[in-house]
């Protein structure tokens, strides 16, 4: 508590008659003598009770208390937060609406731990003051609940362990057969997998512990964990998912990659599987691709207004480079997917190097690279140059040689479409730079930069709409305020196009309109379902050739981009969240100045 709080609660002591000032100075030295807490004493002699310690304490502070003892929490809301962190911080999540999550707290002051569940859940947290009793009680309800995933996983117990040397697998091979087909264990990886694409799971990750194994999915960007395994089943599990990538179930000591197709509900599921070993076992994260969902458009990924205008004009030109940046997970392969199939028809020869092929699309000439066998980006791409190909796309630029071989193709008269690991779309030519390559064979063979972030969507089917608060109103002005048009502008039309979403407001409109989810079955309480782009696009000017014979920094860059128009992630973010696609919080989430 808070010193001013605690004030409060001494005097509200004497106030409700529980002691008289006499005894409250009496039990005050008592606890500084003995160095322990007031409240404690209070307990240990009988003169308050835990429950009615605690709502003194939430009249005293004036933070909401509540009493969850006696009752049953949704075990959807639960599944928010795992069971290890609400023992380790007295955290209890309890109910979730309006794109809020209400959590029990015994120290309702850690900022800590709210900014913590905020950024997991994507959240609003009110926390409430609760009794340690009311936390455990909640607590212990993660061992009463079997989800759907465990109700279908009984039986799991009684596997046995896997035959674990090549000797013994080649001397019993019907055994080994019988041991991971067994049906309990077939049952539970059939329904982890069933489950994760019914959650629009993106990605499993079975990670064994020491005492036990858990199961997470990340689910629009965000883990969330599911589900815990007896540890001794973990090794039959792994072995499984090994027969079905066809890899070897007697190699523990080295990471492995494999994939294999499922049918769910007549859709094709493809699942890219890595193995790796950790210190309690090996790990499994399980990538799925939904093959019967179209390459999405890109429209529909997020780029609008003048941000696509210059994506189609790069996409158009002959040859030269598209290039997308961003960190592992937000979206450049697809994006460019969406460019290639903009361009895909029986006119042009498209071939592309990819690690690995995460869709299969028709009228395109797809190469696996394949280290192993010496099949890497910069020999695929020496060797596809002899395809006589017209568009050329690189999974990825790594490394110097890769990044020559896509300059000399795009000057060679090729479109060349990549990605880069950069934080913003300013930061791909300080890479380039870095890489070696000549300054004026970047001013002349890139055409377009791209810059993303993936940011979660407000569930249409509980969206709503809400007035910001005067720091939320303050951010919008300083963020896009001088983007947006006037009352009046003559060119307020076309500054709104330039912008290219509809609904957005005046600059001068003395306040704006916000949404977000409220929570409903649709999006399991959360607000969010599906996630969109959030964009950066720049085309390399004169001025930027100049600059990059300077060696110019990222710095510099980005601020003659958008001198020349461009519109940042974080604006762009701004206009989504003003046109009620997404939440202020979401885009700060991934996008920062």
């Known amino acids: 508590m808070l010193v001013k709080d605690q004030k409060k609660f001494e005097n509200l002591l004497t106030e409700l008659k529980v002691l008289t000032p006499e005894q409250l100075e009496s039990i005050k030295v008592e606890s500084i003598k003995e160095g322990r807490p007031l409240e404690n004493l209070l307990l240990e002699k009988g003169l308050l009770g835990e429950e009615d310690i605690i709502k003194t304490k939430a009249i005293s502070s004036g933070v909401p208390y509540i009493k969850l003892t006696g009752q049953r929490i949704d075990p959807k809301t639960l599944r928010f937060l795992n069971k290890d962190y609400c023992e380790k911080h007295s955290v209890v999540p309890f109910e979730i609406s309006g794109g809020q999550i209400k959590v029990a707290m015994v120290d309702p002051y850690d900022v800590q731990v709210i900014d913590f569940i905020e950024k997991k859940t994507g959240l609003y947290v009110i926390p409430y003051i609760v009794s340690k009793g009311s936390i455990q009680y909640v607590i212990s309800q993660y061992d009463d609940y079997q989800t759907e995933l465990q109700d279908a996983l009984k039986g799991v117990e009684q596997v046995p362990t896997e035959v674990k040397s090549k000797e013994e697998t080649e001397k019993a091979p019907e055994e080994m057969k019988k041991i991971i087909q067994d049906a309990p264990i077939t049952r539970a990886v059939n329904t982890i997998l069933e489950y994760a694409v019914k959650s629009r799971a993106s990605d499993i990750h079975i990670e064994p512990r020491e005492k036990d194994v858990k199961v997470r999915y990340r689910i629009d960007g965000i883990l969330q964990s599911i589900m815990t395994l007896p540890k001794h089943i973990h090794a039959a599990l792994i072995s499984r998912i090994k027969i079905l990538s066809n890899l070897k179930i007697d190699e523990h000591r080295v990471p492995q990659d494999g994939r294999f197709q499922i049918n769910i509900n007549n859709r094709?599921?493809?699942?890219?599987?890595?193995?790796?070993?950790?210190?309690?076992?090996?790990?499994?994260?399980?990538?799925?691709?939904?093959?019967?969902?179209?390459?999405?458009?890109?429209?529909?990924l997020g780029l609008t207004g003048h941000a696509y205008k210059l994506v189609d004009e790069g996409s158009k030109r002959p040859w030269g480079m598209i290039l997308s940046t961003g960190p592992t997970g937000s979206g450049k392969s697809t994006t460019l997917y969406a460019v290639l199939g903009k361009l895909n028809s029986t006119e042009v020869n498209i071939v592309t190097l990819e690690d690995p092929v995460e869709y299969n699309i028709e009228g395109l000439n797809?190469?696996?690279?394949?280290?192993?066998i010496g099949l890497t980006f910069a020999s695929g791409l020496r060797s596809i140059l002899r395809q006589d190909p017209n568009i050329i796309m690189v999974g990825e630029i790594r490394d110097k040689e890769t990044a020559d071989l896509a300059v000399q193709s795009a000057l060679t008269g090729h479109l060349v479409l990549s990605t880069l690991h950069t934080n913003t779309a300013s930061g791909v030519l300080p890479r380039l730079l870095d890489m070696k390559i000549e300054p004026f064979l970047i001013a002349s063979t890139v055409n377009t930069v791209m810059g993303q972030r993936l940011v979660r969507k407000i569930c249409p089917k509980c969206r709503e709409s809400y007035k910001p608060s005067e720091n939320e109103i303050d951010s919008i002005r300083s963020t896009v305020g001088s983007l947006l048009p006037k009352k009046g502008d003559p060119k307020a039309s076309q500054k709104f196009d330039y912008l290219g979403y509809k609904g957005l407001p005046f600059a001068d409109d003395p306040s704006f309109t916000l949404y977000h989810g409220k929570g409903c079955e649709d999006c399991k309480h959360t607000g969010f379902s599906g996630r969109i782009g959030?964009?950066?696009?720049?085309?390399?000017?004169?001025?930027?050739?100049?600059?990059?014979?300077?060696?110019?920094?990222?710095?510099?860059?980005?601020?003659?981009?958008?001198?020349?128009?461009?519109?940042?992630?974080?604006?762009?973010?701004?206009?989504?969240?003003?046109?009620?696609?997404?939440?202020?919080?979401?885009?700060?989430?991934?996008?920062?100045?």
């Open 268 to 300: 094709e599921i493809d699942l890219r599987v890595s193995i790796s070993p950790i210190i309690f076992g090996e790990k499994v994260v399980i990538r799925l691709l939904d093959k019967s969902e179209s390459v999405i458009n890109l429209e529909n």
């Open 366 to 372: 797809q190469i696996q690279i394949n280290p192993k």
């Open 534 to 593: 959030i964009f950066e696009v720049f085309q390399i000017s004169e001025k930027m050739g100049k600059l990059l014979l300077t060696h110019a920094t990222s710095d510099e860059i980005q601020k003659t981009a958008v001198l020349e128009g461009m519109i940042t992630m974080k604006q762009d973010g701004y206009f989504k969240s003003l046109a009620g696609i997404t939440t202020l919080k979401e885009v700060l989430r991934v996008a920062r100045d």
